[in-house]
């Protein structure tokens, strides 16, 4: 690496699902040389970070807990007893679901309002749900999220009487009766969580969210290949590739899709999941998914990007495996030959992190691409840590001793 090339970097691990915990580790290494004109003298400094650094534990409670009840609803999101393991200060980020933000302070409140829809010639009132993420960030960079599935209920159903009048010769009895009967209406769009493929590529586990007061009769996930492309824009027409019924109950069903195997290129689907009511009314969602042969995730996984990276590596270590962060998306592990994954992209800086967790002591070389479809800001990839080779428009190449252990790390902008 040539003189004035940045030599500090922050890798960050997130990986989110609802109600569960997620780590961020990070770690930097700063050296300086210095070269004198009439003598040769090398001093090197090194900062290593604290040993032991631990992610902050965060803690969220909610007032009204669970947070559910008639819109428009108001709920108090409270992370004050969030705390870190090394007693030092923490930051606070929330993202309540329906586009609205806030950070700073461990404690805030947010309105949510019911949505209405048109059913028929009536307008109809529907439940609202919204995702709830809250995030704790220490100094050191490491991060833990809490979530939690807020919904803004319907206003009550309108109040049936009936009233009954006997009469006799003698007696006259009136019966009035009042009946509460709910509106037999289409159900609240269902919420695709978590699909999963993360121990085996080729069997995808979705996990779907749906409530409806008249009863839920059965929910179905469906996937439908649409094309090799990052772009997820169908080179030939779709093709179901499994639909199956889940299984649970309210508010929580599972469903396990058995998906071709992909090759070494990325394999786009639409991810739909159908819930119907005891009324036999139906409502559904869609979202994009990829499949690759190290990872997978849908858009809805990068809550704070509007785009996804796209990236191939190619590891030519002999037995070479290595540990890929990108953005702090959940670590990846590409091994010999092509591999693609999916990763955040951040507006701005960018930045990968990749360890080599697998070896046999051969040298050889690793390549990291980044693919055609993204917007990477010329001459903006700076090398942090590593033996780098070459570095080209939407690429970048190192060469690895073969040794467990060893770092790579860069950062590069969005265009």
């Not at 004109?37 to 009204?64: C, E, Q, R, S």
């Not at 609803?73 to 200060?89: K, Q, Y």
């Not at 919904?151 to 009550?156: E, G, M, R, S």
């Not at 800086?349 to 990477?376: C, D, P, Y």
Request: proline share 8%; with cysteine; aromatic share 6%.
């Amino acid at each position: 690496m040539g003189a004035g090339a940045a030599v500090a970097g922050t890798a960050a691990i997130v990986a989110s699902n609802n109600n569960d915990t997620t780590t961020t580790v990070a770690s930097s290494v700063n050296t300086t040389t210095t070269l004198a004109p009439a003598t040769t003298t090398t001093t090197t400094t090194t900062t290593t970070p604290p040993t032991g650094n631990k992610p902050p534990n965060a803690v969220l409670k909610t007032t009204p807990d669970p947070p559910q009840g008639l819109g428009p609803l108001t709920v108090t999101f409270d992370m004050c007893a969030s705390t870190d393991p090394e007693g030092g200060p923490l930051s606070f980020f929330f993202t309540f679901g329906d586009g609205s933000t806030a950070s700073g302070s461990c404690i805030d409140t947010h309105t949510y309002a019911a949505s209405f829809r048109a059913a028929s010639r009536d307008v109809s009132a529907l439940d609202s749900s919204y995702t709830f993420e809250g995030s704790v960030v220490d100094t050191g960079g490491l991060s833990q999220t809490r979530t939690r599935t807020v919904i803004a209920q319907l206003p009550p159903p309108p109040t049936i009487v009936t009233t009954t009048t006997t009469t006799t010769t003698t007696t006259t009895t009136t019966t009035t009766t009042s009946t509460t009967l709910p509106p037999c209406i289409a159900p609240p769009p269902p919420t695709i969580t978590s699909p999963n493929c993360a121990v085996d590529v080729g069997r995808t586990v979705v996990t779907v969210d749906a409530t409806d007061p008249q009863g839920i009769a059965n929910v179905t996930v469906t996937a439908t290949y649409k094309g090799d492309t990052t772009a997820c824009t169908p080179s030939k027409p779709p093709v179901q590739e499994d639909s199956q019924p889940a299984t649970g109950g309210p508010p929580t069903f599972s469903a396990t899709l058995t998906l071709q195997a992909p090759g070494v290129v990325l394999k786009c689907y639409d991810l739909g999941a159908v819930v119907k009511n005891s009324c036999g009314l139906q409502s559904s969602t869609t979202i994009q998914f990829f499949n690759a042969t190290s990872t997978c995730g849908p858009y809805p996984y990068f809550k704070d990007v509007r785009r996804a990276l796209a990236w191939s590596s190619d590891v030519g270590v002999e037995g070479g495996r290595l540990q890929l962060v990108v953005n702090g998306s959940a670590a990846s592990y590409p091994g010999v030959g092509r591999a693609y994954g999916m990763a955040a992209f951040s507006d701005g800086q960018n930045h990968v992190e990749a360890t080599l967790v697998e070896g046999k002591g051969k040298a050889g070389m690793w390549r990291f691409e980044f693919l055609s479809s993204q917007a990477i800001a010329a001459g903006s990839i700076r090398v942090l840590a590593g033996d780098v080779v070459a570095i080209a428009g939407n690429s970048v190449t190192f060469r690895l001793r073969g040794n467990p252990g060893e770092r790579i790390a860069f950062t590069f902008d969005k265009k």
